[in-house]
């Protein structure tokens, strides 16, 4: 890994991200990571549920982008920081910003916040039991005034759409391709990243 960012004392160091094939790196350093630190969380581990959450969004939002790389990257903080249930999403926004923009950085941010509305306004909605047992360290339900805040965000309606392909990417055996399939469209939202700077 190229440099890296020094937190306060209290935080691991986390990369900066530089580059595609950086990034490339570490999402096949998802396979066989997950997101508790004894594994006893969801079904498959990072690197299955990245690929199925991007499948999802690939094929019910083709034309977005920056939506499918969201739902390839949103659980990357959990590879950074394992167990850190309430920030992982700040954190891999974080670290994505630079390379990919502000977009797929926001929609990472929004995973989390997503499910905390959708607890709010949807209480019927269906989790998986990590996310159900996830959701208080992450705050719960949001208020009344949260939900008003959050479905202000003019990414909030993407945000739940990854949120959904979240919940469903969980599926024991699927196969739904492979990492490298992806490193076509990582250089593309890369590239416009860059072009517009």
Not at 49 to 55: E, N, P
Not at 163 to 178: F, S, T
Request: proline share 6%; net charge negative.
């Amino acid at each position: 890994m190229a440099a890296t960012e020094h937190l306060n004392h209290a935080e691991r160091a986390i990369p900066t991200i530089t580059d595609v094939d950086e990034l490339m790196d570490l999402l096949l350093a998802c396979r066989g990571a997950w997101g508790t630190p004894d594994h006893g969380g969801d079904p498959v581990d990072l690197h299955d549920h990245a690929l199925q959450t991007a499948a999802l969004l690939r094929r019910s939002h083709p034309a977005d982008k920056e939506l499918q790389i969201a739902g390839l990257l949103h659980d990357l903080g959990h590879l950074l920081r394992p167990g850190d249930d309430a920030g992982h999403g700040d954190l891999a926004a974080r670290v994505l910003a630079p390379l990919l923009g502000a977009r797929v950085a926001r929609l990472v941010q929004l995973h989390v916040p997503a499910k905390r509305y959708l607890a709010a306004v949807e209480p019927a909605h269906t989790l998986s039991p990590q996310s159900a047992r996830t959701l208080l360290d992450q705050g719960g339900a949001m208020s009344r005034s949260e939900a008003a805040r959050f479905a202000a965000d003019p990414e909030a309606g993407a945000a739940l759409i990854l949120r959904q392909a979240d919940d469903a990417g969980k599926v024991i055996g699927l196969n739904a391709g492979e990492m490298e399939d992806w490193r076509p469209v990582l250089e593309l939202v890369a590239g416009r990243r860059s072009r517009s700077r």
